[in-house]
Every structure is written in C-alpha cells, then in structure tokens.
C-alpha cells in the first residue's frame, strides 16, 4: 500500500507493507543509506533517526506507526556536513569504522534538544548505542564540544 | 581499464606510468567503492596507487581494507609524503582485490596488524617514484637539471627563476617518463606528514552518512537476500520446508547453500520475513554443549601423551624449545613451594556491527563482488573451489567495512553471495545476514581452557613454569608448525617477555565442529589473560610488587620496561586500592595497561585505564591512540560480558541483548602515554588487547582479594556499572 512520509523536510509516498520496519523502508525505499541496520531488535542503536523531536529506533517502529510524523536522518542534519555535531565528531576524530556514528549522531542530537549542556554522567546514562570499534570517550568529548558551540 | 560502476570522470587525469596516458577517463565512483580489476592494471603500479588531474590535485587509493583502523588515510599519508602532494586537497580511494596491491610478501590481505609494517617502504617508493616523474617533466620544461626543482605540498618550484607549477601541469608529460627503479627517498627528519597527527581522510563522509559500506551497496535492478543457516554447529542443510516461504509476498527464489537456505526476493524484508518462515531439520547424533566441552577440555590436561610442546619465542631457525616434559615435571615436583591454577576464557563472537554481508553479480562465467571484504587473493580461489566460477573471470570492488575484527576476512559469506547470484543469473543481489545469524553462526574465537604449574624455591624464587593448553585450533587455518599445537590457539601461552630459568608450553588441539577463525589479536586476546593472571597469582604468593616482578622478569627488553615504568609513573601506581597491570608485546609494539577498579559488595565500576604504548613510528599519532582505545574497549567487552553458550548443538545467544558490550554507560575513562621512535614500526590494531583483562582482573583482586580466573567476569557475580 502506499504510505505517505516526511523525510529531511521532503514528502514522499512509498509502496510496501504497512508492518515493514520504519529502517528498511528509510533505507531501501526511500534510498537514505546513512541510517544503518545493526541488531534489528532496538538494542545498538545503529538506526537511530528523529521522530517529531524524539529518538526512535527505525528498526522497531513500523512505517504505518509514523506516518504523518517529521523524520529526520543522518543526510537531513545538514545541507554540507556542518552541523554543529557533525563539526565536533570531525574536530575529536571520533569515528574509526565509522557504521554506528549516524545513529549516534542522531542520539546525540535529540539528547541535546533536551538538555543543552549535558555532564558526562547524562551522556553516559542517555546515550546507549553501541560502537563495536569502542570510541566512547571520543563520543563524550565530541557531545559536549557541539553543546558548548551552540 | 573498464568503467564497472556506470559512472564517468568528467576531468581529465593521468595514470603515472600508463601506456595509455591521456587516453582515457579514469574511474569514478570509486572514492566509495574500491576499483577492482582482474586484468594487470595497464597503467602499472604506480598507477594504480595514483591519479594526478589536471587541476593539480591527487587522489590516492590505499591498498588496505578500511575497517576502522584509519589504512584509508595513514597508507595514503606515507604515499603523499613521499609525492609531496599538498595533503589538505588530496582525496584517498579504497581498493579493490588487484595484484597491484599486494604487499612485499605477495598477498593481499588487511589482517595481523600489518598494514604500516609491510607498506612502509612500498608506499614510499611508489610516492617518491612519482614525485622524480614529475620532477623530470618539470625540469625538462624550463631546461634544467633536475637537482634545481624543488616540490612541496603539490608545486613544483624553478629554484633559478622562482617559477612554478602545478602536478596537473605536467602530469601528463610525466607520465610517459619510464618509473625510476629505484628513486631517492626522502630522509625522516624532512617529514612534513609522517608522525604528524592530523585529519583522517574517511571521517567526513562517516559524519554525513555518505560512506558506502557493504551494506549500502545498490545497483541497478538489484535484488536481495536473506539467509537461515543450520542450526546445528557442525550440520549441513539435509531437509528443509520453505513452503511457506514461497508463496511470501516478493520472493522469487528459495536456495540452498548447504550450510544455509537462502530466500531472493524484491526486497530485504521480504526475503527476512520469508526466510524467517522456514523450518530446517536438525540432524541426528551427539550435539555441541558449552559444559560437556569444558569437561572435555578439561579432562584432555591429563593427557601428558597428547600434550604437544609449543615453543617459548625466537624465530626460525632460533626457536627458543619449550623445556623437556619429565625434565619440567621433576623440577616442579622437586620444588619446596608450587602453585597450580586452573583458567579459562570462552567461545566468543566478532559482533561487528555491520553483519556478514556481500552483493554479486553472476553474468555467463563471471561474477563480480561489491563487499566489505579484510581478505584479497585468497577470494577468489576458495569461491572457484565453491561455485565452478574460474578464477579469473572473478573480480572483487570493496566498500568500507562496518567493523572487522579478523571475522571479515572469511569467505564463508563470499561463497554465499557467489551461490545466491548464480541461481539469478544477470542479476545483482545483495545478500545481508540478520544480526541474529551472525550472532549464531560467524566463525568465533576458540574457548581454550589453562593450567599453570609453578615450582618456587623455599625463597619465593621461580624454578619452573608449565603451562598447558587444550583448546579448538582454527577451522579457518591449517598453518601449524611440524610437531607443534595449533599457534593461532595457544602462541604465547607463557610470552616470550616473561623469562623463568625453566620453561615449557604445551597443549591439546581439541577437534570440536563450532567454526573459529581469526580474532582481534588471535592467540594473545587468551594468552595475554592467562600469562598476566599467572604473573600476577606469582607476584602475590612471594610478596613481589606486581611492577617490580614484571620488571624483574624482563630481559634484554627495554621497551617493555619503558612502557612498564611510564604508565606506573603516569597512574601512580600503589597510591590507591584496586589497581592492576598488564603487559603485552606483539607485532613489534608494546603496551601496559594500568586498570583501577571500584568494587562495593559485588558491583564493579572501572574507573580509569592509564596506557603506556610504543609502535615505534607512528605515522598518525593520535590514530593510535583511537586504535588503543579502541582495543581496550573491545578487550573489556569480551572480559565483562563475552561468551557465545552451545546447548544441544544451537548458540543460545542471539543480539547485543544477551551478547552484551561495553558502552558509554560502562567504559572507563582511558588516558593513553605514546612512545614513538623512528627506528622501528609495529602494529596497531591489536596489541592493546591482550594485556587489559589480566590488568582488570589484577585490579578486582588488588581491590577485594578476589582472584578471577574464568572469563567472562559477569560469571562471577560481578554486576558492572559506572
């Protein structure tokens, strides 16, 4: 069926099922890549994306279950890559392999819509994906560098 | 060279050292994904390595797998050193599987902390060839020597007249010069780019989704694929009901892959759905189960007629020979004081985020990879053996991997993706494993279960230490040395840098039909827990200073007593309760953890990890601090939480919810102290590991005289939290 989605400020109409996971459809209907499959049972957080200012785990959540709501994704943080996150994962060289910061990226923003200067305990108690390569103490560093820029 | 991702460079570039200069557009697309082809590379070595355009700016392709240990940028930094490219503007390119890029010995594979080490000297005579190239051209344009042009960050300089240009301005003159066989390198003490921390070059497009991992693959009129492996270890698919299957919504095709069904569908989700559906029969006969197997392993340390001798260190043909077994019996039986202590660490899975996936194109004869591969030549010999398809009709373009760990360099998923595509001939189709197959049925790093005999003097002095393994060798990995156990299993039992006056290394290889393969750090991520247990269980029976007997058992070594005496000083070392050390050398570095531990009742709060490292050169300092970090967190996930459970045959555990790892809630501040010097280059990626689950467990005991020998630590009723 054809479901109606506003993706990074854009509408678009997808045609699978209703019950399809929000992640599958972002990624292979939509063709947004960034957002990434990681566990498929909401635990690593890998395809973590903006759900009306919330913190959603798309690989949880169906496409029926948001439709009508504002999405944003890793491609919608900003036009060029400046987004003010973005900027301070650069600056403290925080990703190696690289496949969970999109998703931990999108935590932070949403973390940070709440809570404009978070102490490292919030960042550790609010921020729960997963990175295989272990780059946590980039992360912290890089969350409270964008806070103090904003 | 052929165009194989529809996509064409509008620029025009040079190949240096192409026949064909000028001639033809070079590949694009291939900033995300690595050129792959299965001729020669006409251009010759050097161009494969680098494209010069005609604006002057250079894009270099590392010839490594960029799995997070930053070969996307380091390798192409040594390159550019020796080019002397203006590096702000360079752009860097993953490769594909190509003669081209083997390393000095032959192959091509990212794997064994290697990739510094054994391109060093490569990269730099590629960079410094083509930085005479262009000097050449230059010269010969303003008629003079060569010796009165100068370059630097991608401009030649007329150092009679002041003039300049651009690399873009004679490339492509320089490119029909003849490759100097052997051009002047420059000396270290001029290096502009080399021991410089800087920006890597991967990162931005990891920041804004950009990257392309195996996972992102998409080509035109693709399908997809998911996979449902035998449950069992060690069975194959006999029977199987994909009825259900069939008639799901999108799917075109139910395969069997003997060791897995696949469906093909329209879409992934489809295919996962329908996949999920089917049903495959468990065969007949005894089963793998986790406690039967440690009684096994256990009752095989008996056996002194199956115990192999492994050697203490050296190197060929002056191996240092573990001590004779009844010459090692008797002196420990002798002994006035001995100490025995039984250890063991678990089956445990890669879980790199980013699961077993590969995309394939079978066309007649041929069939072409998209993947996030670590391996390289040996792709496609093994998926010829599998599928029939010829080995050089088989070419391999690799995307970012999404985490390796020693996992992806496997062909198993390889294999797989070859049979899904040939049963779609014509059609690409990516196939993705579902967290919970990768879980269950990666290739996992082998359970091996200690015991240590110790004879002292009535002193305290160490007479003999005898330490034997019985574990499972690698199904990935025949390599053996005549007479000896499995190396990638037990190497290292007792390390080469703990010298006792006598010493002896043996083990078990234990035949068990669960898949191991390499993981990071191979036989050290055990070994190093085992030896800097024992260590440590050694220094507290005699009343030695856990530094101070580390250091009194080193010899001829400075470097471990440099990184041994910088991280105690840098963690003060005995200025509180709940402090443990760990030492590991490997791959030609050295580390020292220094852990502190909070424990109240039986809850665990890591509090710091203060790290001295020595890699000799470091090409990127502040890389390797990441990739130290990087090894500490992944060492403390498996020694908190790691372990992979078999009950009648099946892995119980399925997700980041019963295989947990660290995260931000639980990871310890890391303060880590580089040593560097020029004079020799070791890995990175690994060498971290060993060394920080005895410094944890150390630490736990130095805090609550618990002494932890059996891995994962949440075993022993430890709760962990910040």
Known sequence: MTIQLKINGENRSVDVAPDTPLLWVIRDAVGLKGTKYGCGVGVCGACTVEVDGSAVRSCSVTVKDVEGGAITTIEGLSEDGSHPLQEAWIEEQVPQCGYCQPG?????KVMLQSNSSPSEDDIRSQITNVCRCGTYPRITRAIQRAARST | MTDRTGLLLKRRSFLLGSAAVGAGL???????????ARDPVPAGKLGAYIEIFDDGSVAITTPGAEMGQGVASSLPKILAEELGADWETVTTRLSGVDPAFAKPSGRQLSGNSDAVMSYYEPLRKVGAGA?????????SRWGVEQGDVTVSKGVLTNSNTGDTLSFGDVAEEAAKLPIPENPVLKDP???????????RKDIPAKVDGTAVFGIDVELPGMLHAAIKHAPVAGASVEQFDASTARGMPGVLKVVNLSDAVAVIAESYWQAQQAVDTIEIADPLGDKVDSDALKDRFRAALDRDQDALPFVLGGRPPDWIESAELPAIKRAIAN???????NYSVPYLAHATLEPMCATALVKGDSCEFWAPTQAGDSIAPDVTAATGIPEDAITVHRTYLGGGFGRKNDRDFMIQAAKIAQAMPGRPVKMIWSREQDTKHGFHRPAVVVRSKVGLSSSGEVLAVHTRGAGQPLKTSSFKLPGMPSPATFAALIPEHYKFPMSRIDAIDMEEPIKTTFWRAV???SSGFFSDSLVDEIAHHTGRDPVEFRLSLMQDNPRGEAVLKLAAGEAGWGSRKGMGVGYWNGWNSHCVHIVEVTVEEKRLTIDKVTTAFDCGLAVDPDNVIAQVESAINFGLSAALFGKLTWRDGKVVESHYGDYPVVTLANAPQIEVHLISSPETIGGVGETGLPPIAPALTNAIFDA????????????????VRR
């Open chain 1, 104 to 108: 931990m990226i999108m935590a932070a």
């Open chain 2, 26 to 36: 070079a590949l694009a697309g291939c900033d995300a994904i690595g050129i792959g």
């Open chain 2, 523 to 525: 036989a050290g991520s």
């Open chain 2, 189 to 199: 003490q001029d290096f502009e780019l080399i021991g410089v921390s800087g920006q």
């Open chain 2, 335 to 341: 002994a006035p004081q001995k100490l025995e202590f």
């Open chain 2, 704 to 719: 609550t005289g618990d002494r932890i020998r059996d891995l994962p630590i949440v075993d022993s009723g430890y709760e």
């Open chain 2, 131 to 139: 930085r005479e190239m262009l000097v050449a051209a230059a010269a």
